[in-house]
């Protein structure tokens, strides 16, 4: 639909109010998500039990009536669709088998295998097309290669992603057959979740800024760029959002490299840079602190109208420069809105 806020935002269009969304929308900081990631029995079961990962997704449409809805999933899921042993310990966050070797790398499975894990979010994604409201667009997303590699080769998340780097300069072969497996697996992901009906599709490298900048366009852009062109060979006319967190200097040249029609942003970044620098040629995304949304108060409001006012003259959605904390308080939620929303 043409009056979909998010999509005229993706277009280049200035909004008197920009659309609003958060990441992690779908999570902790709800007691009814709480409540249904129980009823699941374990983190994977949510992911791929179509009926409550839909559930999930719709909780905070419902709550609070945000302007997108993403779809409840993982960045790891792709990996798991490969091959990769995948647990999730709790209070520690992901174990995955680690791929150290040439050896490790073959174990993998092929792409074009990975529908058979992956089959149950393409259902989640009909089903959310089918029970969303009308003027709210879905957003399917994935993680970047070089995040996933992280992950992949460490087995876990690290500080720094020092497992990572030490496998690029010390076995750039296996290291890079790595990164093309993960861009082909994301391409390919991303387009099912489109073909069953994601308007939208964001692409998480959280772990952008721990590249270094001799290799930041070699590891960040140009997986992008090959999985944006196998996007738009099918479908020309979904727009992307990158999130290369971190970047820092590396925003403006990965937004003009990759040409995605949204750019989120950290919360390290400007926002009045931002309006010079970045939103005459790209859509903007962000970047309230989600620390913001714990305490509340004053701080809040102030800091959402400025970031709403300093990017009012060019396209902007509204959104945290992270995705929101467990421990926020959902009544923040409200207050937030109210301030952007005026």
Known sequence: ?????????LRGETLPVPPVWMMRQAGRY???????????????????????????????????????????????LVPQALGADLTFVQGEGPRLSTIASAADLAKLG????????????????????????????????AGAPWTVATY??????????????RLMYGDPQ??????????????????????????????FDSWAGAL??????????EPIKTILAAIREKHPDVPVIGFPRGAGGNYAPFAEATGVQGLALDTSVDPAWAAKALQPHVCVQGNMDPLLL?????????????????????????????????????????????????
């Open 1 to 9: 639909m043409t009056d979909k806020l998010l999509l005229r935002a």
């Open 30 to 76: 709800l007691p009814e998500y709480r409540a249904t990631r129980a009823q699941a029995g374990s983190f994977l079961d949510l992911c791929y039990t179509p009926e409550l990962a839909a559930e999930v997704t719709l909780q905070p449409i419902r709550k609070y009536g945000f302007d997108a809805a993403i779809l409840f999933a993982d960045i790891l």
């Open 110 to 141: 092929p792409v074009d295998e990975i529908d058979a894990t992956l089959s149950p979010v393409y259902e989640t994604v009909r089903i959310l097309r089918r029970e969303l409201p009308e003027e709210v667009p879905l957003i399917g997303f």
């Open 152 to 165: 992949m080769i460490a087995g876990q998340g690290t500080p720094d992603q020092a497992p990572a780097r």
């Open 174 to 203: 296996t290291f890079e057959a790595l990164l093309d497996k993960i861009t082909q697996a994301t391409a390919h992901y991303l387009i099912r979740q489109i073909d069953a009906g994601a308007e939208v599709v964001k692409i």
């Open 212 to 221: 270094p900048g001799t290799v930041f366009a070699r590891y960040a852009v």
């Open 294 to 342: 714990v305490e509340g108060g004053e701080a809040l409001t102030r800091t959402a109208r400025q970031i709403r006012d300093a990017l009012s003259g060019g396209p902007h959605i509204f959104n945290l420069g992270h995705g929101i904390t467990p421990d926020a308080d959902p009544d923040n939620v409200h207050r937030m809105l109210e301030a952007v929303r005026g």
